[in-house]
């Protein structure tokens, strides 16, 4: 599993739309706080291997272009141990 | 935007995943409790249209397979309403 520390230490460039607490900046965006990190890393495994197409799809193919597996990973347990609404 | 009574009546399919308060039943599937409908939405628009394949994208297409777009923004106005942790 991911390390939520170095996951926070990670997140700068997804902050802009996810949010600092993991609520969304738009509603188009998926609010990201206690979302299962799991999934979460389904996700961004998704968009990196090209699962994931189509309107915000290719923005965050970009974003993820560059991170390795335990980026991901790290990213995603850090997501997830945020609270909703805090 | 959707109606999320009506939602709710729709939502019998996606709750041995989604769970009956939208927290997932497996930490592989999203929680949607407290999601942002408008994404939700669009989600749900990018299972129907291709968008998103491979792993549980597949289970998901079959899913939307039967449901308009009425049907879509119902569902994600349901669990857009819900409040994470309930």
Do not use: T, W
Not at 3 to 14: H, L, M, N, V
Not at 60 to 72: E, N, R, T
């Amino acid at each position: 599993a991911g390390d939520a520390q170095r996951g926070a230490e990670k997140a700068g460039s997804c902050l802009a739309c996810h949010g600092a607490q993991g609520k969304a900046a738009a509603p188009i965006y998926p609010n990201l706080a206690g979302q299962n990190a799991a999934y979460l890393e389904l996700a961004l495994q998704a968009y990196k291997k090209g699962e994931r197409n189509g309107g915000q799809a290719e923005v965050m193919k970009a974003f993820v272009a560059g991170l390795s597996d335990s980026d991901m990973a790290d990213l995603a347990a850090y997501y997830g141990s945020l609270q909703p609404g805090d």
